[in-house]
């Protein structure tokens, strides 16, 4: 089990926290987490792209001109995809892009990802979030330049909802927000740092905990 300091608003190290081995040993899965990339960013699309077919435009369904004599190309009618204002051969049509992604996957690739990021040294945990009863967007600001991650592509973990922080954040640049129950594989990769409370530690060791090697095992078998 490691330990990792936790620094107050100050920057300063007040103490430190176990990081369990379970967040820390074990092997990074880079196929699997590239695949849950891949999943989830083709699940956020909404397949609503359309064309209409020669079927569809308006238009008179005459031929154009007799077969033959007149010297040029055989044509039929003006909706043919070859002319202008005709339909589009081969065009896309509404359709869902969805990958199932199994929930062991899912934990795997958080898992690994976030091995990835406490391996990298990306990951800062602070005792607390300086606002007081009230949002305060410029007391986040100080203490993102305190950490030294200002300009950051930076994720705040939260162990439970809280709207005062979301509020104080949410104008930041670069500065996004979450809980450790909504954590997912794909925030943690397109985040540089993770900025977590010793509670948001506890909370994904609860909710990750259990057996990684079996399922990994269990993973490659499927």
């Given amino acids: 089990m490691a330990e990792i300091d936790v620094r107050n608003p100050s920057g300063q190290a007040v103490g430190k926290v176990a990081v369990p081995s379970l ?14 990339v891949v999943a989830h960013l ?12 020669r079927a569809m435009v ?28 005709g339909g589009t051969a081969h065009g896309p049509h509404p359709r869902s892009y969805r990958q199932r992604t ?3 996957m899912r934990r795997l690739a958080l898992l690994s990802a976030l091995r990835d990021k406490f391996r990298s040294d990306a990951v800062v945990v602070i005792d607390a979030v300086p606002v007081a009863g009230q949002p305060r967007t410029r007391e986040v600001a100080a203490l993102l330049k305190t950490l030294d991650i200002d300009g950051r592509k930076t994720l705040l973990v939260l162990p439970d909802v ?5 509020l104080s954040a949410r ?3 670069r500065l996004n927000v979450t809980t450790s129950a909504l954590l997912h594989a794909y925030e943690v990769i ?5 900025v977590l409370l010793p509670a948001s530690v506890s909370s994904l060791e609860a909710r990750l905990g259990g057996n990684a090697d079996a399922d990994a095992s269990d993973a490659e078998a499927s």
């Fill in 23 to 36: 967040l820390v040993d074990g092997d990074v899965n880079t196929t699997l987490m590239h695949q849950i």
């Fill in 42 to 53: 083709a699940n956020r699309r909404q397949g609503t792209a359309a064309t209409k077919t």
């Fill in 58 to 85: 308006a238009g008179s369904g005459r031929k154009l001109f007799r077969q033959k004599g007149t010297g040029r190309a055989r044509a039929g009618d003006l909706r043919s995809p070859t002319r202008v204002h």
């Fill in 102 to 104: 199994p929930k062991k």
């Fill in 162 to 166: 809280d709207p005062i922080v979301y």
């Fill in 171 to 173: 104008n930041i640049p």
């Fill in 190 to 194: 397109t985040h540089q740092v993770l």
